[in-house]
């Protein structure tokens, strides 16, 4: 059944089926189950190319990258508040805005991946002081994606610095709830955002959690 809001059944077949190869070729030394295990990789490589129109090689590409037992992936994202408007950046890839953030880096403690994130992509220093919010993707309202992601929100404090532009970003800026910029949903949701305002408002709220 699918319990993820927005995900094909299609897509969340492909990733159950490239979950089962990825952690069966983690471990398995039969030469056949292997055999057997790239096969089920393929066919999950080609449901979604069918299914979104790119083109298998790219999509195996991803799959063969992935190594070790399958689990989610983990996204970061600071929320800086200053004057009770939030900071966005202007993603280049969609021209829409998002919180800071993105991948967590191995042997990175999460806190310091989104101080990082947020400075690498604002130019703005910040010290996470309180982890608001950790979300399945799957589950927020944002468009399908290849795999599956668990996206952490911390609330950063701001200390210095000033905005500039990046290799991935063009530009920073602080905005009210009422005034929000068109959104690059694949990374913050306007139902994020204002759940978010609704730390700012009540800080005694816990973290929210899927």
Same mark, same amino acid.
């Given at each position: 059944?699918?319990?993820?809001?927005?995900?094909?059944?299609?897509?969340?077949?492909?990733?159950?089926?490239?979950?089962?190869?990825?952690?069966?070729?983690?471990?398995?030394?039969?030469?056949?189950?292997?055999?057997?295990?790239?096969?089920?990789?393929?066919?999950?490589?080609?449901?979604?190319?069918?299914?979104?129109?790119?083109?298998?090689?790219?999509?195996?590409?991803?799959?063969?990258?992935?190594?070790?037992?399958?689990?989610?992936?983990?996204?970061?994202?600071?929320?800086?508040?200053?004057?009770?408007?939030?900071?966005?950046?202007?993603?280049?890839?969609?021209?829409?805005? =998002?919180?800071?953030? !993105?991948?967590?880096?191995?042997?990175?403690? &999460?806190? +310091?991946?989104?101080? $990082?994130?947020?400075?690498? @992509?604002?130019?703005?220093?910040?010290?996470?002081?309180?982890?608001?919010?950790?979300?399945?993707?799957?589950?927020?309202?944002?468009?399908?994606?290849?795999?599956?992601?668990?996206?952490?929100?911390?609330?950063?404090?701001?200390?210095?610095?000033?905005?500039?532009?990046?290799?991935? =970003?063009?530009?920073? !800026?602080?905005?009210?709830?009422?005034?929000? &910029?068109? +959104?690059?949903?694949? $990374?913050?949701?306007?139902? @994020?955002?204002?759940?978010?305002?609704?730390?700012?408002?009540?800080?005694?709220?816990?973290?929210?959690?899927?």
């Amino acid at each position: 059944m699918n319990t993820s809001q927005n995900l094909p059944q299609w897509l969340l077949w492909a990733q159950a089926l490239q979950s089962i190869a990825q952690s069966g070729l983690a471990y398995c030394k039969n030469p056949f189950d292997i055999e057997r295990y790239h096969a089920i990789q393929e066919i999950a490589a080609q449901m979604i190319a069918a299914g979104t129109g790119g083109e298998p090689a790219t999509i195996r590409n991803l799959f063969d990258a992935q190594a070790g037992y399958a689990t989610p992936k983990v996204d970061v994202r600071g929320v800086v508040f200053k004057d009770d408007k939030v900071l966005l950046v202007k993603e280049l890839i969609d021209g829409g805005w =998002t919180l800071p953030g !993105g991948w967590v880096d191995v042997n990175e403690p &999460p806190s +310091l991946a989104v101080e $990082r994130e947020v400075r690498e @992509e604002s130019g703005y220093e910040v010290k996470a002081v309180k982890l608001l919010a950790l979300y399945d993707r799957n589950k927020h309202g944002h468009p399908p994606y290849i795999f599956h992601v668990y996206k952490l929100f911390f609330l950063c404090q701001l200390i210095g610095g000033q905005p500039k532009e990046s290799m991935e =970003t063009g530009g920073a !800026g602080f905005f009210a709830e009422d005034d929000l &910029p068109p +959104l690059s949903i694949a $990374r913050t949701t306007a139902s @994020e955002l204002h759940r978010f305002f609704e730390h700012l408002r009540h800080p005694e709220l816990p973290t929210d959690f899927d």
